[in-house]
């Protein structure tokens, strides 16, 4: 069962993706690590920890695509459970900081002993085990998914109200974490982290190996999600994106489908959240704004919502045109991402891969017709699509 | 003493018939007076204080007011009376009538007139008397309010006699509080107490209520109920106005929210358009505001009250024309498409951020209230500031404006129904496309005049906008889409809502309840408040 469903998720254009993908994460780190800082070929590790940062990125776009692109819910609070998976994993670093914080508490890090705290809340406890930690990476954004996803498609609400709401529920948690009494470090966040797992987060061998991590996870939730949506579920769930009331007439519980992918969406989210913290040093209120959401959105726009590849290949070329532009031109990068939502909605709708693929099917069909009954005209109409 | 002291003053005041009318013609007069300040003793300064204060002219008060910190000094050479400032080893003079700079002078010929706390007092009296018939309504009631907080008993024959000549209530009352606190501090009989107690409870304010506190120890015999039920009474007055206060400011909240919403309401609610960019027409509205204002100040600086009337058209024919345009040139490819629509408008919304950054700077620009939307009014114990209550007012005017433009117009009857049936509106001859650009380019508009509002409240920033565009959408949806007058009751109750939660969880935590509120209501209504029903909504 378990071989047969893997085997479905791994077709040749998987198997390809999942190949480049392990070859990144072992040719980057060894490039970093074995050779010497003066080679043509070494990558130098503030490129590792960038790429690692763009990783997150392709997981969280990957997760905002599951939902989105397969099951038609736009969530434009995914930043949220991304902030969330971030804070838990950010509370295990805070906690390893230990004594060798500036005021050198043992129990409770730098900014409760600031506001004159005197204990630990009860919800610090635990996240000095990792265990624990990477526990509730996955466990709190699922939860708040499972539970606001539980109201929310139970009473079927749907399209751009569900939208609405999914920014509502960022913005207050936006607010929320901006407050110094949620105990979460306030304005400021958690930051100045030392120790992973006993590791120096500043070292080159931890950077490279949350690079290769931040990758591992990448390919294996790829994998679930590629499961997913080429199982029987998986098409259910499209049929949900594209007629949610023929599928609830055809005797399927919608709701329960939407809330079991919106679930595991979060908690991809989550993860690359906590992998994200580690390598940027920092989790802040920020992070919950709803522009961060509607920002990955577009990643996955770009690449062509609908194909997990897709999402991938979004996320890091919008990054990586990010990084290019806020170096070269900053003021034109706002100029160029709402060019780019605008570009992408009106004449790329299908996104990058999208896109391709369609004319790869379209060249490949004419080929074949042209092959069959040479001197016919080639049909020139479009393959139907069936996102609309 | 003191008590004798003052009562001296008044008497002299009394001689001369209606002190303050005619006092300023001849202030050269009263320097021989001031110059007899420096001769002699505390007596003689005494009584010729007392002859200072009879004139019942308001130009001897800097004079007494610089005798009374010590300031004021006689010349040795021919005995003239200076107000004098020391600067290392010389006076800064200054003329203790006309207040203008009267050169220097070496600190050793010059000698201080001495004073003592006896004659403080009797200077503070006679000061509090002369402000007290002040010909300026302001300064008699500032003179009244510092005898309220002072507390002193002999204030009280000062202010008998100012109000039997007092005609402006506002002062009157206060004066009357005044002296009312006065008397509970004095050692006047139980009944006289009990009149004062009853002109606080009638005043019924905080100041009134922390009076009577302070004399609840010294109260006596039939003093001491009195005062306990006065109290309670105020307590329960001022809970009523702290709710209406409540009420008030979440109307004014409301409003700003309304003012958000209404264009919102508009775009997304009528023609069902989630326009991402409808915060940026807000902030595009209170930059036309920066920029006439910059105009009128360099040009015509005496237009500049009427700023905010120049900036409404134009705000609005700029909203409204980037409207049209971002209708014609994206959204109308999108109709049907709604989650394509929000992209769209969230990346125009980013490039018009961005444009205004890049030509005004990302710093906050400078707004100016015009002359009558700054101060503020008194309403029984509620501060009203004009500006708020303006924008009120305003938001209900553009409301109301709406209304009859989407009721009453021949645009808005085909608003209206091409919103209910496209195809047959476009069948009868309406040329649905060009409704459809109006239409937007009314809402985004709309959002442009609320800029203006806006723009005398908020930071104008390219980041105005942003701020807006969440609570706006919570407004719509709350209100119910599709319907004004849900956007309306939405938006004035959001406002009281966050109000009243606000003293008891704080600003942000009432705006995460508020939020949090808004989601679960949309899942009990997920059409919101008013919906429309009937076949179109699923459409």
């Known amino acids: 069962m378990m071989t047969s469903f893997l085997f479905r998720a791994l077709d040749k254009n998987a198997a390809l993706f999942l190949g480049l993908l392990t070859a990144i994460i072992v040719a980057v780190p060894a490039l970093n690590l074995l050779l010497p800082p003066d080679h043509p070929l070494h990558v130098p590790t503030y490129a590792v920890t960038l790429m690692g940062k763009y990783l997150t990125y392709a997981l969280l776009a990957l997760s905002v695509d599951l939902v989105w692109g397969y099951c038609g819910i736009l969530s434009l609070g995914h930043a949220a459970f991304f902030a969330l998976g ?76 569900l939208s609405i709401i999914t920014q509502a529920l960022t913005y207050a948690l936006l607010l929320a974490f901006f407050r110094n009494d949620m105990g979460f470090g306030g304005n400021n966040g958690l930051t100045d982290f030392k120790d992973i797992l006993g590791f120096d987060v500043q070292a080159d061998t931890t950077r490279a190996a949350l690079f290769a991590a931040s990758g591992i996870a990448l390919g294996l939730c790829f994998i679930i999600c590629r499961a997913i949506t080429r199982s029987k579920l998986g098409k259910v769930l499209v049929a949900v994106r594209d007629a949610e009331s023929r599928t609830r007439f055809l005797g399927y519980r919608v709701e329960h489908y939407k809330l079991f992918v919106w679930t595991i969406s979060a908690m991809m989210a989550g993860i690359a959240g906590a992998l994200y913290v580690p390598q940027v040093g920092i989790i802040n209120p920020g992070e919950f704004a709803p522009a961060n959401s509607i920002e990955a959105v577009i990643w996955v726009a770009v690449g062509g919502r609908g194909t997990l590849v897709g999402a991938v290949i979004g996320a890091v070329l919008v990054n990586f045109a990010k990084t290019w532009f806020t170096a070269a031109f900053p003021e034109f990068w706002l100029f160029a991402l709402g060019g780019l939502f605008v570009f992408v909605t009106l004449f790329l709708p299908k996104g990058i891969v999208g896109t391709v693929t369609d004319n790869w099917a379209k060249v490949s069909r004419r080929k074949h017709a042209v092959d069959e009954r040479p001197g016919d005209t080639p049909s020139t109409r479009p393959a139907p699509n069936p996102a609309e | ?266 775009t997304f609610g009528v023609m069902g358009v989630i326009n991402m960019a409808h915060g940026e027409m807000v902030m595009i509205g209170a930059y036309v505001t920066f920029v006439v204002q910059e105009i009128i100040r360099t040009s015509a600086p005496g237009l500049f009250n009427y700023s905010l009337f120049m900036a409404l058209p134009l705000a609005f024919l700029t909203a409204g024309l980037v409207g049209i345009a971002i209708e014609r040139g994206i959204i109308r490819f999108l109709y049907g498409r709604p989650l394509e629509t929000l992209l769209a408008t969230w990346g125009v919304s980013l490039i018009l951020q961005q444009a205004v950054r890049s030509i005004f700077g990302p710093t906050n620009q400078e707004v100016g209230n015009p002359d009558w939307m700054s101060g503020a009014f008194e ?124 003293p008891y969880a704080g600003a942000v935590l009432a705006k995460i309840l508020v939020l949090i509120f808004i989601i679960l209501f949309i899942q009990k209504r997920p059409r919101g408040l008013f919906a429309l029903k009937g076949r179109a909504v699923d459409a």
């Open chain 1, 86 to 161: 971030g804070y838990a994993m950010g509370m295990y670093l805070m906690r390893q900081i230990g004594t060798r914080g500036v005021y050198g508490d043992p129990l409770l890090p730098d900014f409760m002993v600031f506001l004159n705290w005197d204990t630990l809340p009860w919800y610090w406890y635990g996240f000095d085990m990792f265990w624990f930690a990477a526990l509730m990476v996955l466990l709190v954004p699922g939860l708040l998914a499972f539970i606001f996803g539980w109201f929310a498609f139970r009473s079927r609400v749907s399209g751009v109200y």
């Open chain 2, 379 to 502: 309403l029984g114990q509620m501060t009203i500031t004009y500006n708020r209550m303006w924008i009120v007012v305003f938001s209900l005017l553009v409301f109301a404006g709406l209304m009859l433009v989407l009721k009453k117009t021949p645009f808005g009857l085909y608003t209206r129904a091409v919103t209910q049936n496209r195809r047959m509106a476009a069948s009868m001859g309406i040329r649905t496309p060009w409704i459809d650009a109006l239409t937007f380019g009314l809402g985004s508009g709309i959002a442009g005049i609320a800029g203006v509002a806006l723009s005398q409240i908020d930071n104008v920033s390219p980041n105005l906008g942003q701020g807006y565009i969440i609570d706006s959408f919570m407004v719509v949806v709350f209100g119910g889409v599709g319907n004004l007058w849900g956007t309306l009751v939405g938006a004035m109750t959001l406002g009281v809502v966050n109000k009243f939660l606000e």
């Open chain 2, 1 to 266: 003493m003191p008590y004798l002291k003052s009562l001296l003053v008044v008497l002299c005041l009394l001689i001369l018939p209606a002190g303050s009318a005619h006092a300023q013609e001849d202030t050269e007069s009263l320097r021989p007076l001031i110059n007899e300040l420096a001769g002699g003793g505390f007596s003689e300064t005494e009584q010729q204080l007392g002859v200072l204060a009879a004139t019942g002219n308001p130009g001897v008060v800097p004079a007494l007011e610089a005798l009374a910190d010590g300031d004021l000094y006689a010349r040795k050479s021919d005995g003239v009376v200076f107000i004098g400032e020391r600067d290392g080893r010389v006076y800064k003079l200054t003329d203790p009538l006309t207040l203008e700079p009267a050169g220097e002078e070496r600190r050793r010929d010059m000698k201080k007139i001495k004073v003592n706390n006896g004659l403080r007092r009797v200077i503070r009296t006679a000061l509090g008397t002369l402000t007290l018939m002040a010909p300026d309504p302001a300064t008699r009631l500032a003179a009244a309010d510092a005898m309220f907080k002072a507390q002193d008993p002999g204030s009280i024959e000062a202010l008998d006699l100012a109000l039997t000549q007092e005609t402006e209530p506002r002062v009157r009352r206060k004066m009357e509080a005044a002296r009312a606190a006065a008397v509970l501090k004095s050692d006047k009989p139980e009944a006289v107490k009990l009149g004062a107690i009853a002109t606080l409870e009638a005043l019924g304010n905080r100041d009134a209520l922390s009076v009577l506190s302070g004399f609840l120890p010294e109260a006596q015999g039939a003093e001491v109920p009195a005062t306990e039920t006065a109290m309670a009474r105020i307590d329960k007055t001022l809970a009523a106005w702290g709710a209406a206060e409540n009420v008030w400011y979440g109307i004014s909240l409301g409003s700003v929210l309304l003012l958000a919403a209404i264009g919102l309401a508009i």
